[in-house]
């Protein structure tokens, strides 16, 4: 069994700065790469930023310059630094990986954290 667990939403002003966390545990014998998504009310499920198990990144336009992800193998964790934010970041985030258990790779969703910026 894998869990993928999300931490570090909340309210927050306009401008303002949250870091998400997101752990991976249990049989996991390695992650490949680890994204963060975010879904805003009525619209679709969207990607943020990926990252590979080299720490090669990737970022939407919507967020370039101002956030960014890392990962630290070492505790099966990605995070999301996120700066000079703006209500349209507003948005539940969640965390995804492809994780090999035993021979075969999965993808795991963890249950999503509720980030929302204030004018």
């Known amino acids: 069994q894998v869990q993928l667990v999300e931490s570090g939403g909340g309210l927050v002003q306009a401008g303002g700065s949250l870091r998400l966390s997101c752990a991976a545990s249990g049989s996991i014998f390695s992650i490949n790469a680890m994204n963060w998504y975010r879904q805003a009310p009525g619209k679709e499920r969207e990607l943020v930023a990926p990252i590979s198990s080299s720490s090669s990144t990737n970022y939407a336009d919507s967020v370039k310059g101002r956030f960014t992800i890392s990962r630290d193998n070492a505790k099966n964790t990605v995070y999301l630094q996120m700066n000079s934010l703006k209500p349209a970041d507003t948005a539940v985030y969640y965390c995804?990986?492809?994780?090999?258990?035993?021979?075969?790779?999965?993808?795991?969703w963890g249950q999503g954290t509720q980030v929302t910026v204030s004018s």
């Open positions: 995804n990986a492809d994780i090999r258990v035993g021979a075969k790779h999965y993808s795991y």
